[in-house]
């Protein structure tokens, strides 16, 4: 049986395949790892972020997959953007972001297989649910990570609007 320890090993490898990726430069970063930690995991996480993304402490606007017992029960794990920045902290308006981000690329995000928009929820204005399994999840994953990189500059441009 998989454990979140198997797939938390998984998400390991899955930063260092992103990191050789000929778009990974200086300006991106991976997390990965256990949630809230090793000792009592809940779940299992990688995020995929810029530096100007206010992403300290994994608490800002990332691309995310993650999984929980049950997603490790059931094989599944999702993809999401995050926007998880609070105007006090960043001077962004989560609501703007959305919907400045949205209205430039949200019709392609729903071209994408498998994705649902969800333009009311600023914390998590897409999402996909994919099935995967130990032998497919790093390759599974990195497809749809190097998707996402490419409305990277459309996320730079909606914080910058939404701090207007």
Sequence with gaps: MNTLSDYESLYQEL???LQKEKWFSNSWQTQAGFYPNAQQPKSVFIQLFRDTWFNEEGKGIHFESWMTNADVKRGTTSVVIHIESSKA?????????VKN???????????????KLKET????????????????????LQIEFNRLEGIADAVDSAIIEAMK
């Design 121 to 140: 929820y600023t914390m998590q204005p897409f999402m996909k649910k994919m099935e995967i399994s130990p032998e497919n999840i790093v390759g599974n």
């Design 15 to 17: 930063a260092k395949e």
């Design 89 to 97: 902290r960043t001077g962004i308006n989560g609501k703007t972001l």
């Design 101 to 115: 981000l949205l209205g430039d690329v949200g019709s392609k995000i729903s071209d994408w297989e498998g994705y």
